[in-house]
């Protein structure tokens, strides 16, 4: 099935196959940004008075040749989305002038994930994201070559590297224990149970759309927790990111009880690709922003100290007890990644604001320990709870380009590119 009349398709497929890049060109900034000389150029590349986020920082917003950059549109801020807002979605092409592409359109969507628009791992121009259709939420997969799409019976979560097959949780049941990562629409009906057996992780066939339930949260409960669960405890999964082999898989597993009162405890979790071999890797009830590394190790901000309410960046070895303190990095929680084609050496992570309300972005680098700011952006006080704008820092394939959500140009929310070369090819 075809989203696109013939010309437009025949205008994508002339547009992207175009691209000769292998960076995002900066030649020709439309605004830069950055007023201390000493951090590097900021572009950006999306325009109001509409606004434009990507979302979360572990999903790949650039394409195999770092020409075109997807983002979310939507005409309103400040507050929370209902079911019958719609956000377009597209790509920048920043060879050409940062002209807006768009793609389609989703009726599931929350302001820190957006829809989970995102490239699909291993495909030359496949488009991925989630949308609501009658009394499910599905996902789309589009060909950005040739317009070609299909739609998939169940909302997606995460990627496998090799573009074969994706995780999901239940969008309902997100949206009713954690609002702003779940989506509206569509209610929970085991909104009373606290951890249901038909309710977990799903792992869903991208070509076929067969779906297999592999953990359930009524399993999850049998896995014994340090200091048990607090009464009344209600159960529901968050995060989950597929190791870089595909061989297996990281979640969150929170809950709330009479303990936790409005706020929730949190432990990580790692699994076979088969829902087998399940491992506790953080049982601190205190787990935040995390990454794969590489198959056997996480990168991730978890509580320590009294009561676990101080963080701490951490790297855990996956099946066993063992971590590692990265020292020198900031140890306010943040969303880290590490930097493509550089060898593990580089961070890139950010903060929420300061006491002046400026968000930090920032790289460190691991040999030397040594912190590089890429900037200070404001975010008004009106972006808050729900409907804030973290910047959740996302790097290009060749790790020479990092895009940020951010309203600092008090336009609404922007999605801006940082040109690193000058700092990682130093």
Same mark, same amino acid.
């Given at each position: 099935?075809?989203?696109?009349?013939?010309?437009?398709?025949?205008?994508?497929?002339?547009?992207?196959?175009?691209? @000769?890049?292998?960076?995002?060109?900066?030649? =020709?900034?439309?605004?830069?940004?950055?007023?201390? #000389? #000493?951090?590097?150029? &900021?572009?950006?590349?999306?325009?109001?008075?509409? /606004?434009?986020?990507?979302?979360?920082?572990?999903?790949?917003?650039?394409?195999?040749?770092?020409?075109?950059?997807?983002?979310?549109?939507?005409?309103?801020? $400040?507050?929370?989305?209902?079911?019958?807002?719609?956000?377009?979605?597209?790509?920048?092409?920043?060879?050409?002038?940062?002209?807006?592409?768009?793609? @389609?359109?989703?009726?599931?969507?929350?302001?820190?994930?957006?829809?989970?628009?995102?490239?699909?791992? @291993?495909?030359?121009?496949?488009?991925?994201?989630?949308?609501?259709?009658?009394?499910?939420?599905?996902? !789309?997969?589009? %060909?950005?070559?040739?317009?070609?799409?299909?739609?998939?019976? !169940?909302? +997606?979560? =995460?990627?496998?590297?090799?573009?074969?097959?994706?995780?999901?949780?239940?969008?309902?049941?997100?949206? %009713?224990?954690?609002?702003?990562?779940?989506?509206?629409?569509?209610?929970?009906?085991?909104?009373?149970?606290?951890?249901?057996?038909?309710?977990?992780?799903?792992?869903?066939?991208?070509?076929?759309?067969?779906?297999?339930?592999?953990?359930?949260?009524?399993?999850?409960?049998?896995?014994?927790?340090?200091?048990?669960?607090?009464?009344?405890?209600?159960?529901?999964?968050?995060?989950?990111? &597929?190791?870089?082999?595909?061989?297996?898989?990281?979640?969150?597993?929170?809950?709330?009880?009479?303990?936790?009162?409005?706020?929730?405890?949190?432990?990580?979790?790692?699994?076979?690709?088969? @829902?087998?071999?399940?491992?506790?890797?953080?049982?601190?009830?205190?787990?935040?922003?995390?990454?794969?590394?590489?198959?056997?190790?996480?990168?991730?901000?978890?509580?320590?100290?009294?009561?676990?309410?101080?963080?701490?960046?951490?790297?855990?070895?996956?099946?066993?007890? /063992?971590?590692?303190?990265?020292?020198?990095?900031?140890?306010?929680? *943040? $969303?880290?990644?590490?930097?493509?084609?550089?060898?593990?050496?580089?961070?890139?992570? %950010?903060?929420?604001?300061?006491?002046?309300?400026?968000?930090?972005?920032?790289?460190?680098?691991?040999?030397?320990?040594?912190?590089?700011?890429?900037?200070?952006?404001?975010?008004?006080?009106?972006?808050?709870?729900?409907?804030?704008?973290?910047? !959740?820092?996302?790097?290009?394939?060749?790790?020479?380009? &990092?895009?940020?959500? #951010?309203?600092?140009? *008090?336009?609404?929310?922007?999605?801006?590119?940082?040109?690193?070369?000058?700092? +990682?090819?130093?």
């Amino acid at each position: 099935m075809h989203q696109y009349s013939n010309p437009t398709r025949r205008r994508l497929l002339q547009q992207f196959t175009a691209a @000769g890049l292998t960076a995002v060109a900066f030649a =020709a900034p439309r605004r830069l940004l950055a007023a201390d #000389s #000493s951090l590097p150029p &900021v572009r950006t590349i999306t325009r109001g008075p509409k /606004h434009h986020w990507f979302g979360y920082y572990d999903k790949l917003e650039f394409d195999p040749t770092n020409r075109f950059v997807l983002s979310n549109e939507v005409d309103f801020e $400040h507050r929370s989305p209902t079911a019958e807002d719609v956000i377009r979605v597209g790509m920048v092409d920043t060879a050409e002038g940062d002209k807006w592409i768009e793609l @389609g359109q989703s009726h599931a969507w929350n302001w820190q994930q957006g829809c989970m628009l995102q490239w699909v791992p @291993g495909t030359a121009g496949e488009v991925i994201w989630n949308d609501r259709q009658g009394d499910r939420f599905v996902s !789309h997969i589009l %060909d950005v070559k040739t317009g070609d799409k299909r739609t998939l019976p !169940h909302a +997606v979560y =995460a990627m496998s590297p090799d573009g074969r097959w994706a995780i999901a949780t239940d969008f309902r049941r997100l949206n %009713d224990t954690r609002p702003g990562y779940g989506y509206d629409g569509l209610p929970d009906p085991n909104a009373d149970v606290a951890a249901p057996e038909d309710v977990g992780i799903w792992r869903v066939d991208l070509k076929t759309g067969d779906t297999k339930l592999l953990l359930s949260l009524a399993d999850l409960t049998e896995v014994p927790q340090p200091g048990g669960f607090s009464k009344g405890a209600k159960h529901w999964f968050n995060h989950l990111l &597929v190791a870089p082999d595909g061989k297996r898989f990281t979640f969150l597993h929170r809950w709330r009880g009479e303990a936790e009162g409005r706020s929730w405890k949190t432990r990580m979790l790692t699994c076979g690709a088969d @829902g087998n071999d399940l491992h506790l890797l953080i049982p601190s009830g205190k787990v935040s922003h995390f990454i794969w590394r590489d198959p056997t190790h996480i990168l991730a901000y978890a509580g320590y100290g009294p009561g676990n309410k101080l963080w701490r960046c951490q790297l855990f070895e996956d099946k066993t007890d /063992h971590s590692q303190l990265i020292e020198g990095i900031s140890t306010r929680d *943040g $969303h880290c990644t590490y930097l493509p084609a550089h060898d593990d050496q580089w961070i890139l992570n %950010d903060t929420y604001p300061d006491k002046d309300r400026r968000q930090h972005v920032h790289l460190f680098h691991l040999p030397t320990r040594q912190t590089i700011t890429l900037g200070k952006f404001h975010l008004p006080k009106v972006y808050r709870g729900e409907w804030r704008c973290d910047t !959740h820092p996302r790097a290009s394939n060749d790790g020479l380009t &990092v895009a940020i959500d #951010s309203p600092h140009t *008090g336009v609404g929310r922007q999605v801006h590119l940082i040109d690193i070369r000058g700092i +990682v090819n130093h």
